[in-house]
């Protein structure tokens, strides 16, 4: 199974869905950049794609993961749950 990784991040202004080198959308807030990342997340499960969304917080410096399609990487948290934890960046 492969993994795909939505990153909302901020641009200026805007908001925007990184994914490999692809980009998507100019949002004028992270909710509604989030919820496109989530249905383009909910698309790649059903190709068997697990998908990972994570939005920038902190300035920059952290990114919360928001929701996970596919096998559990938290034992303990149910499948395609939005209970995962931040991500530090260095």
């Known amino acids: ?26 949002f004028s807030d992270h909710v509604r950049a989030r919820d496109a990342a989530i249905d383009l997340a909910d698309k790649d499960s059903k190709i068997d794609r697990q998908a990972k969304v994570l939005v920038q917080e902190d300035g920059g410096r952290t990114l919360q993961a928001v929701l996970t399609y596919g096998r559990d990487s938290m034992p303990g948290n149910p499948p395609n749950s939005r209970a995962y934890g931040t991500y530090r960046l260095p």
């Open 1 to 26: 199974m492969t993994s795909s990784y939505y990153f909302i991040v901020q641009y200026g202004d805007a908001w925007v869905i990184k994914n490999g080198n692809r980009t998507f959308g100019s």
